[in-house]
Every structure is written in C-alpha cells, then in structure tokens.
C-alpha cells in the first residue's frame, strides 16, 4: 500500500501542476503556429499531407492565418501522379486537406535557415522573393512547432539542405533567452527524431515530443493503391486523429503522448524537455475544435506500416506488380534494381569507412552509444555534411537511403574518434573504392 508520505508528494505534484496550468492561462497572449514539411516528390507523399492536415486542424480551431507559417514543397496536389489533380489526403477515403492551405514559403524558398528565421521572426534573415512571413512571437505568447520529413541521427532534412540539431538547439535556447515565448511546444516526425530534441535543456519552457528515439527510424502508414504511395505517418496520423475527436480543453499534451504510447504499433514516441509544459492543456496552444469538428469522426489505428527507408522500395513492388505492359514492367524493374544497387553500394562504402577508422584503434565504436552532447553534434555536422557533398547527396533522391547510414558516423563521433580522423577515412574510400568507379 502506497504510504502516507508519498501520497502527500504526489498531491503536492499535483498542485503544483495544476497551479502551473492556472498561472499560464493567465498569462497566454497569441497563439502562433508553424506547420514545415522538409520534404519533396511524390513518393514522400504523406509527408506533405501531414502538414496540410495539421493546418486544417489549427485553422478550424480560430487561430488566425497571420498567426501560422506554413513551409511545404507543394509538388504534389497538381502533381502527374496524383489522380486527382488538387487533391490531397492524409488518410483513407479522407477528406481533401489542401484547399486553403497557405504557401508562404514552397519549393526552393523551404530551407532551414529560412525556418529558423521565421520561427525567431527575423524577417531580414529569410531569403526569398515576396512576402517574408515570420512569427512575432511576444514573451507572453505559445508558440506550436510541427516538422514532419525525413531524418537522420542529429538532423532533419529539407528539400536541399539540413537542419541539424546542433543548429536547433541553439536557437531554441536563444530564443528562450529573448523572451520570444511564454511556452513552445514542438512536434517531429522523422526518422532518429529523438536526436534532434534529446538535448533540449528541461528549464526552457519548450516540450517536445519527436515519433522515436535518438536510434530508430519512423514509420508511414496509409498505402492507398490507386495514388500508390502512402498517406501519412505513423505519429502524425495518430496525434492528428486524437486531436480531432477530442475537446482540446480537457486534454493535456500529456495525454497526446500517452495515447501516443498506446496507439503507435511500430515507433516508440519519446518526450523531451520542459514536462510541465506537457501538463497544459493543448487549447493553451491549438485553441479548441470547433463542437461539430468531431462528430462524425472516430480515432483511426495506423496500418500498412513501412519505414520511411524501405518505402521507396515497397512502392515499386507494388507498381512492377501491377503493371500490365510489359515495356513500363522492365522500366520499373530496372529502377527497382538500379536502386537496390545503390542502397549496397552505400551501406559498403560506409562499411569501409568504420572499418577505416576501427583500423585506427577504435574497435568499438560500432556500439558505441549514439547520443551525442552539443560539442560532438557539433563535430557531426562536420562529417555528416562532408560524407554528403563528397560521397552521396541524400536530397537527391537515388541516395536518400544514405540517411540511414549516418548513424555508422553518430557512433564514430559518439564513440570520441577525432573528426579529423573520420574525414580522412571518407576521402580515402572514395579515392580508392570500387563503389565510386
């Protein structure tokens, strides 16, 4: 039986929270969003989707178009592929999420130095013709942050450049310092998306919760046959869906990550940060949905589960299997193999560099842990944008599967190898590897 003492603290927790809670209502001036989807190209599909969904759902709830920022490639409602031109989905048979949606920032104009100059609303920072929309975020403000692409250990891809943690983490900080918040609560979907949050200080008053660990991939869901790509992504599709069947000012983001825990099959949430952020409830943040919002709705289970690496390759087995002519089967096939043949080549040319670098005396940094502190994120970045410009461009999308090689070079800088030392392993394997002839 529990003892008096511990029932005591867990009431005066209790209090405490809820005092919290109190106190911020009070104190909540806007409410600001920023909704960035890093990714481009129809097999990328529900990356896309996830954000035009979630801009429905903070549109509908009243907060005003001037108070949200919304970054999307956008090449995929008039794509060729898409059947239904102007059309966009996040789950099956689901409503069309992209009339209305803005674009204040698309194509080239989605970069990470342009996100973190409008989310520290810095409009002489965004580089771009036309309107640069910024948040102007005031110390008494929330702000809700949701990055949805693909990832890697310690960063978060846009179309043709990386937000690095290191990079995130920084202005997070800066911006805490600024009093450009009263709270910020930030959602991310990607791969290794625990990485890009695992160092986000707990006395900032920034809660984040990111589809897995610093160590796992993440998953899409969703394969609808007749668009032949996948709709959406695990976590996206379960936080949205929660969200629109709920009266958002009696649920906390605490009980967004625990119904994440208990409704996600393939990915492990994780949650970071400030947890008494996560105690507010998520009107403080989204406002809350209109009565008639939820009706007709009914939370959805995510199904066709596939990592966001392995996509590519389901999505062109399941069009070589479909296609009836015989000269588009051989085409598909061939860039079925085509690509098989550049996932090897990569995980072997990565091969030769760890073992390049255990050749130098560090035999176990393939088990190394993968958590990196700011300094080694820092050293990171450094290799990880070299292996990029001198090996495999993973924005290009025959080398995309690179991502998944990054964590060999996580475990290297994890594991104390001098970067110095991992740059010339690079340089070497691809003067010398038969991959690169």
């Not at 035009?52 to 509908?60: E, L, P, S, T």
């Not at 918040?181 to 991310?188: D, G, H, L, R, S």
């Not at 996948?230 to 605490?254: G, N, R």
């Amino acid at each position: 039986m529990m003892s008096l003492v511990i029932q005591a603290w867990i009431r005066q927790q209790f209090k405490q929270r809820k005092s919290f809670a109190i106190g911020m209502s009070e104190a909540v001036g806007k409410q600001w969003a920023i909704l960035v989807a890093g990714a481009k190209d129809w097999d990328n599909y529900g990356l896309q989707a996830n954000i035009c969904h979630a801009y429905q759902i903070v549109h509908r709830n009243g907060i005003p178009d001037e108070q949200t920022v919304v970054m999307m490639y956008d090449d995929i409602a008039d794509n060729e592929q898409n059947p239904y031109k102007g059309n966009i989905i996040n789950q099956p048979n689901g409503p069309n999420v992209y009339p209305g949606v803005l674009k204040d920032y698309t194509g080239d104009d989605v970069t990470p130095e342009n996100f973190l100059a409008a989310l520290r609303g810095d409009e002489s920072a965004v580089i771009k013709t036309g309107p640069k929309k910024v948040i102007k975020s005031g110390e008494n403000d929330t702000i809700f942050v949701f990055l949805s692409d693909h990832g890697a250990p310690g960063l978060f891809c846009f179309p043709s450049s990386s937000l690095y943690a290191i990079d995130f983490i920084e202005e997070l900080q800066t911006m805490a310092k600024n009093k450009q918040f009263a709270k910020m609560v930030i959602f991310m979907e990607c791969c290794y998306s625990g990485s890009m949050l695992e160092n986000l200080p707990e006395n900032i008053s920034i809660y984040g919760v990111t589809a897995c660990p610093p160590d796992t991939v993440a998953y899409f869901c969703f394969f609808d046959g007749e668009r032949q790509t996948f709709l959406a992504a695990e976590m996206s599709a379960v936080w949205m869906s929660y969200t629109e069947v709920s009266v958002l000012d009696k649920i906390t983001f605490q009980d967004e990550f625990i119904n994440l825990q208990g409704q996600m099959k393939k990915s492990v949430p994780c949650e970071y940060g400030d947890k008494d952020v996560s105690m507010l409830t998520v009107s403080k943040f989204l406002k809350n949905s209109p009565a008639s919002a939820g009706e007709t709705k009914k939370g959805l289970s995510p199904t066709d589960l596939v990592s966001f690496y392995e996509a590519p390759f389901r999505i062109l087995e399941y069009q070589i299997q479909r296609e009836a002519d015989p000269v588009k089967k051989d085409a598909l096939k061939k860039k079925y193999d085509d690509l098989q043949k550049t996932k090897s080549n990569i995980e072997s040319a990565v091969e030769e560099m760890r073992k390049y670098c255990s050749a130098g005396g560090v035999e176990h940094a393939t088990t190394a842990t993968t958590s990196l502190n700011l300094n080694q994120l820092q050293h990171f970045k450094t290799v990880a944008e070299f292996f990029r410009t001198t090996c495999f461009n993973w924005h290009e999308s025959q080398f995309q599967y690179a991502l998944s090689q990054l964590n060999v070079f996580n475990k290297l800088c994890a594991a104390g190898v001098d970067t110095k030392g991992i740059l010339e392993a690079i340089k070497q394997v691809r003067r010398t590897s038969s991959v690169f002839e």
